[in-house]
Structures are given as structure tokens and as C-alpha cells.
């Protein structure tokens, strides 16, 4: 048996196998269901569906979702183009909830809506960027370890967190942060069209459309690609390549700033040591999957949120153990991710035209 | 009367889709000196690692002394007594000479230094090497290393050598030295194949010579009923004039001059050591030494990608005359002075071009900095790429083709192209022909020869002395970060060259 590596494959080719793998996972993952649990496949998938798009607040939800997790993989994306493996998008949208979130507190009642509303921006813009400079200046000043530095960020952004839900606690003695301008409502993003994720939503569908330009159409793009592909060709075209990764890293943390803001003053109106809740890193499949591109990473970003949400309501609705959910998304998953060794590689059987 | 030592039928060998061998067969006899001939991709190396086990044919039949043998790794070959003498030595730094020809051979009986040593000796002095069994390999010149790894085969008693062009790192002087031990090998008996694509060392060592084109058995003649021509033309399939046009110089004009140049190495080593020449307009100046005597390291020195210690490179501007000095200016700042510099780097892919990005994209390297906007300009270098494809004959799919999915050669027009499109004052190239065939080669030299004679000055870092010799005006000899000689091309002889190559610099 051999793996030979296959010549361009046409695309309409390769979309049919991975059309071909989703259809196989679910294959795959309804037996494993049903030999488990007992269930019939059918109505757990119906049930997974009914708990992303079952109800017009379930859409909008999965939508506002599905943006939060897109504006979080938007801003890892540059960076990774870049080679420059920021795992840390965890803490710098930490660090852009905090920022919101600080101001929302301290200034809530004494500035304006519209200068709070530009204070805000600017904080979690600020605080994201910080915390993607730091590592950014080590690794290009000291060749240091970006992967490990930015992790670690992490943990020290949300201790801070920690910290600063027993400085801000309210009610006073719950040791956490509740609704902050509970009955001013200062700071919170306005509904528009009636619904308050729309805000959020269109934030992100510009930031989409922004990136999408930036990483292809401009010179900036064009530098994070060379630098990405080979510092030695960076530097022999006279590029600048420390610049490079300290401006792409600014720009990564100050999107993961924005979806900070967007959490905490378009959606969670409050702040938590799990606000960022690990889409720091889902992001980084979710960037991936999509093979770096912003627009594929609408598809990518949505089918992994469905995939929680519809995990999340066959585990309530059935009353499972949470587990088979997860083990659910990671079959999916996994025939996903697996499928593109088939767009790359054939296999080939036996020693064909071998002669002893 | 000879008889066969090794002989190979109807081989083929195929990776994936791509034919590397297309039934091939070759026969060498006890005492006979065979070349296997042919350019880059021809299939030279993959057959030759079938014979030492490294590939198991997918067809054919290999036979030693008339039997029928299966070699399924490079021990099954040993105990046939193939000894396979690499191109990159596998030799272990720290360790003797002694210790590594021992490493890996399981004698019978204690294992005894001292009997290696002499066992060594005696076969030094049998076939006229000269090597200390006792020096550390980290302490050895290249030639030495070699004669390690030839002694090595012949300890473990093979009787058929292959060698994997044996003379791509020698000198003239070397080369000599090789070639004298293989004659006095052959006339022991022992069976030879040297891979080469040298014609003039075809003709010089060889008895037989075996060609291959593109995966396929051409052909197998008498070396003493050929000439370079004929191999030439059954290696290529086509007839090709090897003559380079090299025309005098116009008007040279002094356009570059280094004085003094000292680099250091991260490591503390002088790899440039008070270094001084002149470039001058319209002249070819060639670049002799061995590998490694500091060549990259001048060429980076000058484009503004190494940290110079000491010294001055200073550029002379061809309509106002002005000296500028580009001492640790970044690529940048050398072209914001209006110095049209270009360089062909040693490693294409790495560090001259992107390999992941198509032809278009790699154009866009040199200018993506034109036009006002944030936004990239791609309609000019799109039509450059259409334009180098064209003019340059650049097999590929299209221009928007990721460069690493072409051809060795047809990666090298496409940066020389891009070097060339600026027309340059000033266009170092390094190594700019290896790996490369033989036509794709000359078009580079005939490149080369046009920038010329547009009034470049030309620094071309070769490695073939006879190219060097028929394409340069001037070549200057390096020889361990010093220079030993600039001499003019004209009328300079191989042997000349050697010896700087290898003496102290003054």
C-alpha cells in the first residue's frame, strides 16, 4: 500500500468528497448513537438542528454565536499567516473584555453615551493590543517562543479577571461580577431592527469584509504572506520584518479586542472569568478549516457553532450525558478535518505492475 | 577477457505516476571504469540506489557475477560487495577516521582499533591514498572526508564502487589525485560506475559510458570512439553549440569597489577576511573556491543581508559618478539610492523566491512597494510574468502556477528573469546554474552575457572552472574568506585556479 501525493485536484472534486465526508460522519456518528444510547439517529439529528435554528430567537442567537467566534478567528488569522503561532487570542479577548468592562463600570454614569461608547472602543482596542504586543516584542526582539508565551498570557489575563470580580463584585459579597448598569442600561450596545445581536452581527460582517480585502488586495497582506512563507525572502526584498510582526500582531489583538467588546457590551452586559469561554482557541480551527480564507471562514465558524448548540440541546432534550454530544461534534469533526488527506493523497493498493 | 561484474535488465522504477527509470539496463565488467551520463532528472540516482538498496526496482533484473540477485536494503547490498560512495558524506564529526570506517561493520571477534588502523594503512598504501587513520573527521579537508568514505567501502571488501559524482566538491588538484587512485582500483579488479554530468571527466576516467535521458536507456559507447559532441547530443536528445559568445569589454567603467571587507560569523569565525576588488561596467568578473570559502558572504555583504565588521563597499553611480557607500544598508535603503543591484541568491527557493506563490505573486517581490495606495499593483507584475514566460521559455502550467511545482530550471528563469527585468547596474548571481540542464544552463550564461553587454557589471559565483574560465573576464579566487588572486579569465588555466583555491589568501 502506498500514499501517493495527487496532481491539483478540481475543485467541484474535491468539494464532492467532503460533501461525501460529512455525509459519512453523520452515518458514523447516528450508529454510534444508536448503539449506545438506544435512540433512533434520525430524531437526535432532528433534535441537534431544532436547537440551533428551532426558533427565531434560536437563529438569532446561532447567528449572534456564529459572529463572536468568526470576529475571534478573523483575529488569529493574520498572525497565523504570518507563522507566528498565537495561541493567546484566549487573553487578548480576555483583556478587550476587561478593558470594556472597566470603563462601563468606572465611567457608566458619568460620561455621555457617545464619548463612553468611543472610551469603550478604545480601551478594549488598547487592552487587546497590549496583550498581543508583549509576546509580539520578545519573539521579535528575542527570538523567544511565541507559543508558549502567549498560553500564558492566558492564565494571567484571567486571573486578573478573577481579581477584578471580587473588586467590582456586585451584588456586594457574590465574589462576581452581575449585570453591570443593570438599570441604566449605560454602555449597552442598542437593539437595532429590534434585536440586539444585530449590532453585533453587522460589527463583524464589515470586519469580515475588511480582512478579506487587507489579507489579499494589500501590501500589508502581501508582506505577512512572504514573511509567513520565508523570513530569508522577507529580509533578501528589504522587507522589515520585525515591523511586520509586531504591526500584524497589533492588528490580531486589537480585533480580539473588539470581539471582547462585543461580548461584554453587545451581549453578556457583564464579566466573567470565563467571558471568552475558550473560543480563543476554537478559533483557531475554526480559522484553519477554513485554510485562512475570511469568507470560507463564514461556513467554518457557523457549522462549528452548530455543531455546539444542536450537541447542547440533544444532551438537554434527551437527558444525556453532556459526553455523547461532545463525542458527537468530534466524529463530525473529525471526518471533516480527515477528509482532506483524500484532497491531497490517494491511496494506492498492492505493488501494481511489480514483476519478481 | 572481462566479465561481468554487475549487470542490470530491463529495470524500471516508478514514483506514483512519474517513470524514473524506464527499463534500463547497464552491464560493468571486473576492471572497468563505467560513467553513467546524464543531466539533472534523468534518473542517474535512482537507479544507482537500487543497485546499493536503497529503492527495490518495481521491474527487472539485477544480476552479480551472473547470478540473479535481490538486494532489499543497502546490507543485502554490502554482502554482494556494493559499496555505494555518496555525494553528502555520512561520516560522524568527533569520530576518527578509523573509528568511522569500523562504525556499523560487525567483525567477528573483539572489536580492535588498532587492528582497523592497519588494516586501513595497508589499503592507503595499496591504491596510493594518503590519509592519517587516527584524524578526527571535523579536522579534514573535503577530499579527505571522501577518501574516508572510499576507504571505507573497500574495508568491508566491495568490489564494485559507485560514485555519486565524486568530483562536484573537488579541486582541479583533487580531482586529479581521485581519478589516479581509480585507475590504480581498476587495475586491481575492482568494478567502477561514477555518476557525473562532466563531460571532460567522462572522456578523461572512464572506459564506458552509459547514458540516460529523461528515465530512459539511450545508449552505452567506447569512450576512446566518442567525443563531447556526440555525448552531448545523445544526453540531450538535440544537437547544442557549447560555445559561450564571451565579446570584449566596452568601455568598462569601475561600478563597484570593496576594500577591505571583514565579516564575522555569529560564531566568531572570520568568513570574509579583508576582502578587496573592483567591479567594473560591462565586464563578466567570475568567483572561484571551494564551497564555502565565503562566497555567499561577499555576495549578502553587498546586498545589504549581512552585519559587516570592517571595510567599505562603495558604489559608483554610471550617469553622475557619484561614490555611494552601501555599508550596512538594508536592501531598502540601497535601492532608495537609486542602485539598481540584483541578485540571483544560492538558494532559490528560500531565500530569492516564494515557493508557495505563483509566478505573478513572486514578481511582485521586487515592486510591491509601487503605487500610492495601501493596495497592491498586480496588472504590472502579471504582465512581467507573461512577459519572462514567453521570452524565457518557461515551461509551466500558468502564471499563476506555485513556483515549487516547477522544474529546477524553470524556477531559475523565472528569479533570473525578475533579476534582470530592473535592468540592473550591478547583478550578482550565485551558483546560478546548478542542478540546472544543460540548455537551460547556456540560456543563463547567454543572459548573463546580455546584461554585460548592456553595461552591468556581472559577479557570477561558479563552481565549473571551465565555465568559468571561457564566460568571465576577471576571476577572482577565494580561498577561506581571503583573497587569493584576480586573474583575467583569458588564457587561465584550470591549474592555476586550483592552487589558489587551496593556498592561503595573501
Not at chain 1, 505577512?224 to 522589515?240: D, H, L
Not at chain 2, 584524524?135 to 577530499?143: G, L, N, P
Request: aromatic share 8%.
Amino acid at each position: 500500500m502506498h500514499i501517493i501525493k495527487r496532481a491539483a485536484m478540481p475543485s467541484w472534486k474535491a468539494w464532492l468528497i467532503r460533501l461525501a465526508a460529512i455525509l459519512l460522519s453523520l452515518i458514523v456518528s447516528g450508529l454510534f448513537v444508536m448503539f449506545v444510547t438506544k435512540l433512533n439517529p434520525i430524531s437526535v439529528y432532528i433534535e441537534m438542528w431544532k436547537g440551533a435554528f428551532g426558533s427565531s430567537r434560536k437563529i438569532w442567537n446561532t447567528a449572534q454565536g456564529t459572529a463572536i467566534l468568526l470576529c475571534i478567528s478573523l483575529a488569529v488569522t493574520p498572525a497565523f499567516k504570518m507563522r507566528f503561532w498565537n495561541i493567546g487570542a484566549e487573553g487578548q479577548v480576555m483583556a478587550g473584555c476587561i478593558g470594556t468592562a472597566a470603563v462601563m463600570i468606572l465611567f457608566g454614569n458619568k460620561l455621555p453615551t457617545f464619548w463612553l461608547m468611543v472610551c469603550m472602543v478604545a480601551a478594549s482596542v488598547a487592552s487587546g493590543i497590549i496583550w498581543a504586543l508583549i509576546p509580539a516584542i520578545f519573539k521579535a526582539n528575542w527570538n523567544t517562543n511565541e507559543t508558549l508565551f502567549t498560553l500564558m498570557m492566558n492564565y494571567v489575563a484571567i486571573q486578573i479577571a478573577s481579581y477584578l470580580s471580587t473588586v467590582w463584585e456586585n451584588p456586594a459579597g457574590s465574589a462576581h461580577i452581575g449585570v453591570i448598569n443593570m438599570n441604566t442600561g449605560k454602555g449597552w450596545f442598542p437593539a437595532i431592527f429590534g434585536h440586539e445581536q444585530t449590532i453585533n452581527i453587522l460589527i463583524v460582517a464589515v470586519l469580515t469584509a475588511v480582512m478579506f480585502v487587507y489579507l489579499k488586495y494589500s501590501k500589508h497582506g502581501y508582506e505577512i504572506a512572504v514573511v509567513g512563507e520565508s523570513e530569508n525572502t522577507a529580509r533578501y526584498v528589504g522587507m522589515n520584518v520585525k515591523k511586520v510582526i509586531l504591526r500584524t500582531m497589533a492588528l490580531s489583538g486589537a480585533i480580539c479586542g473588539i470581539a471582547g467588546l462585543i461580548i461584554v457590551a453587545g451581549k453578556d452586559h457583564s464579566l466573567s472569568t470565563t467571558s471568552a469561554g475558550g473560543q480563543g482557541f476554537t478559533a483557531i480551527m475554526v480559522s484553519w478549516l477554513a485554510k485562512f480564507n475570511p469568507l470560507m471562514m463564514i461556513l467554518t465558524s457557523l457549522l462549528i457553532v452548530f455543531l455546539e448548540r444542536g450537541a447542547g440541546a440533544i444532551a438537554t432534550s434527551f437527558r444525556i450525558n453532556d459526553s455523547i454530544a461532545d463525542i458527537v461534534t468530534g466524529i463530525i469533526l473529525f471526518f471533516i478535518i480527515g477528509c482532506e488527506f483524500f484532497v491531497n493523497y490517494k491511496i494506492v493498493f498492492g505493488n501494481k505492475g511489480a514483476k519478481q | 577477457m572481462s566479465t561481468a561484474a554487475l549487470e542490470l535488465k530491463n529495470v524500471t522504477k516508478r514514483f506514483g505516476n512519474i517513470l524514473a527509470n524506464n527499463n534500463v539496463s547497464l552491464t560493468v565488467n571486473k576492471g572497468e571504469i563505467l560513467s553513467v551520463l546524464g543531466e539533472n532528472g534523468s534518473g542517474k540516482t535512482t537507479l544507482m540506489n537500487m543497485i546499493s538498496g536503497i529503492y527495490y526496482p518495481d521491474e527487472g533484473h539485477i544480476y552479480i557475477d551472473g547470478k540473479e540477485v535481490l538486494i532489499h536494503s543497502p546490507r543485502d547490498a554490502f554482502n554482494h560487495g556494493i559499496g555505494m560512495i555518496h555525494q553528502h558524506f555520512k561520516l560522524v564529526d568527533v569520530f576518527s577516521a578509523a573509528e568511522n570506517i569500523a562504525l556499523g561493520f560487525d567483525e567477528p571477534g573483539r572489536f580492535d582499533l588498532k587492528e582497523v588502523s592497519k588494516k586501513v594503512s595497508e589499503i592507503s598504501k595499496k591504491y596510493g591514498f594518503n590519509l592519517d587513520p587516527s584524524k578526527k573527521i571535523y579536522a579534514m579537508s573535503v577530499s579527505e572526508k571522501q577518501t574516508v568514505e572510499i576507504i571505507k567501502v573497500l574495508y568491508r571488501g566491495a568490489d564494485i564502487l559507485i560514485l555519486d559524482e565524486p568530483t562536484a566538491v573537488l579541486t582541479p588538484q583533487e580531482t586529479e589525485k581521485l581519478f589516479k587512485i581509480l585507475r590504480s582500483m581498476r587495475d586491481d579488479g575492482k568494478a567502477i560506475i561514477i555518476i557525473t554530468h562532466k563531460l571532460h571527466e567522462v572522456l578523461e576516467i572512464s572506459d564506458r559510458v552509459t547514458i540516460l535521458r529523461k528515465g530512459e536507456y539511450i545508449d552505452t559507447v567506447e569512450t576512446s570512439k566518442t567525443n563531447e559532441a556526440e555525448l552531448t547530443e545523445m544526453m540531450v536528445g538535440k544537437k547544442v553549440s557549447l560555445n559561450i559568445d564571451r565579446t570584449e569589454p566596452k568601455d568598462p567603467q569601475k561600478r563597484l569597489t570593496i576594500q577591505n571587507l571583514t565579516v564575522i560569523s555569529p560564531d566568531g569565525t572570520k568568513v570574509l577576511d579583508n576582502v578587496g576588488f573592483t567591479a567594473k561596467s560591462g565586464e563578466i568578473l567570475g568567483i572561484a573556491g571551494i564551497a564555502g570559502s565565503g562566497q555567499r558572504e561577499l555576495l549578502e555583504a553587498v546586498a545589504g543581508l549581512q552585519n559587516i565588521a570592517d571595510g567599505k563597499i562603495t558604489y559608483f553611480d554610471p550617469s553622475s559618478g557619484k561614490a555611494e557607500s552601501l555599508r550596512n544598508k538594508t536592501p531598502l535603503q540601497i535601492r532608495d539610492l537609486g542602485v539598481r543591484l540584483s541578485f540571483v541568491p544560492e538558494d532559490r527557493l528560500g531565500m530569492g523566491l516564494v515557493g508557495n506563490m505563483d509566478i505573478t505573486d513572486n514578481m511582485m517581490l521586487r515592486s510591491y512597494k509601487s503605487g500610492k495606495t495601501v493596495f497592491l499593483e498586480k496588472k504590472p507584475p502579471k504582465s512581467l510574468a507573461e512577459k519572462i514566460v514567453e521570452e524565457l521559455e518557461v515551461v509551466t502550467p500558468s502564471i499563476s502556477t506555485p513556483v515549487r511545482r516547477l522544474s529546477g530550471g524553470n524556477v531559475q528563469k523565472v528569479l533570473v528573469g525578475r533579476e534582470i527585468s530592473s535592468n540592473p547596474t550591478v547583478l550578482m548571481a550565485a551558483y546560478p546554474v546548478r542542478g540546472l540542464d544543460i540548455n537551460s544552463s547556456y540560456l543563463i550564461y547567454n543572459l548573463l552575457n546580455r546584461q554585460k553587454e548592456n553595461g552591468a557589471a556581472v559577479i557570477f559565483v561558479g563552481e565549473d572552472l571551465d565555465v568559468l574560465i571561457e564566460l568571465c573576464d576577471w576571476i577572482l579566487v577565494l580561498s577561506s574568506g581571503r583573497v587569493s588572486g584576480m586573474i583575467p579569465a583569458r588564457g587561465a588555466k584550470k591549474e592555476e585556479i586550483g592552487l589558489m583555491m587551496t593556498a592561503r589568501g595573501k
